[in-house]
């Protein structure tokens, strides 16, 4: 007996993550604490970014796009997580499933894409200092978050009508803690085979093209900051582009691991810690890299600080 895509009334039963023993109370404690601090610093980040004048420049408008990003990709998977283990409800409708499925694969997305225009950003300011206004002027720099944005948006569209084109067997129990396109595949009557090729496209264009701009865009850095004379610019250099590297390197890396391995080789418990990882660790780690490293970022916060003291 197969479950059909149309039948609205079915639910998916998300297995989850964590049971009731003491450790797995303890590490569900700790995953709170860690969405509380990641929604807390990225919200923080955006707003600083937008009260601090100082900060309304092309690459603190890009990571304030990224910090929203971290924001809704948090809010995508984690608050369900843990309703669904206080309440020991499991269920999720398929509307609710779909809508998980689209917001995850267009956050991601887009987060991929953000992260390519920040590798360039920080191109142009140190390869063509001089011409910095010009070559990451206001417009294009709105373009492309804009473009960026669109690009998730459709990559996720794309996902989401092949799920629900899918036919599932009357078992709908996911074995993860969210609706993960992985971890559907299990559950379908369907030969996947086909969708699986279009979502290792989807992750090429997603993972690789980006990851071929970032490259691309550091190289040219390297061999600028090589160049340098001077042992204070070589240290601004340094770290203007180490935090964004360091979040690249986070992200990348385990949306990678993931998804450019064939299906054949997931395990459920390792999808489930690998994107427990990347979807509530590296958004908490990303403000915490960001104000730790940028000197422009932790001023702006301590004159933050100050202000809030005052009031």
């Not at 092949?162 to 709908?172: F, K, N, P, R």
Request: a neutral charge; hydrophobic letters at 50%.
């Amino acid at each position: 007996m197969v479950w059909r895509n149309q039948n609205f009334s079915s639910d998916f039963i998300l297995l989850g993550i964590f049971d009731h023993s003491f450790t797995h109370t303890f590490l569900f404690s700790l995953v709170l604490g860690i969405f509380t601090v990641a929604f807390m610093g990225n919200t923080t980040m955006i707003l600083l970014i937008y009260f601090d004048t100082q900060l309304h420049t092309p690459m603190y408008f890009l990571l304030s796009q990224l910090s929203l990003v971290d924001l809704m990709l948090i809010c995508t998977t984690a608050p369900r997580m843990a309703f669904n283990y206080l309440s020991g409800r499991k269920s999720i409708s398929l509307a609710g499933c779909g809508a998980q499925i689209f917001f995850y694969v267009s956050l991601l997305g887009a987060e991929c894409f953000l992260l390519a225009v920040m590798a360039y950003d920080r191109y142009v300011a140190i390869c063509h200092p001089l011409r910095y206004t010009i070559l990451m002027n206001q417009k294009l720099c709105v373009l492309m978050t804009v473009a960026s944005w669109i690009l998730g948006s459709l990559d996720g569209i794309i996902v989401l009508v092949e799920v629900l084109s899918l036919s599932y067997w009357s078992s709908l129990e996911i074995h993860h803690f969210f609706c993960d396109v992985a971890a559907l595949f299990p559950l379908s009557c369907n030969d996947t085979s086909a969708f699986e090729r279009l979502l290792f496209i989807c992750c090429v264009v997603m993972l690789i093209l980006p990851v071929s701009v970032i490259i691309i865009s550091y190289s040219h850095v390297l061999r600028a900051v090589i160049r340098m004379s001077s042992t204070e610019s070589h240290h601004k250099a340094f770290t203007t582009c180490s935090s964004h590297l360091s979040v690249v390197g986070l992200y990348y890396g385990a949306a990678m691991f993931m998804y450019m391995r064939p299906a054949s080789n997931h395990t459920p418990d390792q999808d489930k810690i690998v994107s427990a990882f990347y979807t509530i660790l590296t958004p908490m780690l990303t403000p915490l890299i960001y104000s730790l490293c940028n000197k422009e970022v932790s001023r702006g916060l301590q004159k933050l600080l100050r202000k809030a003291k005052l009031m």
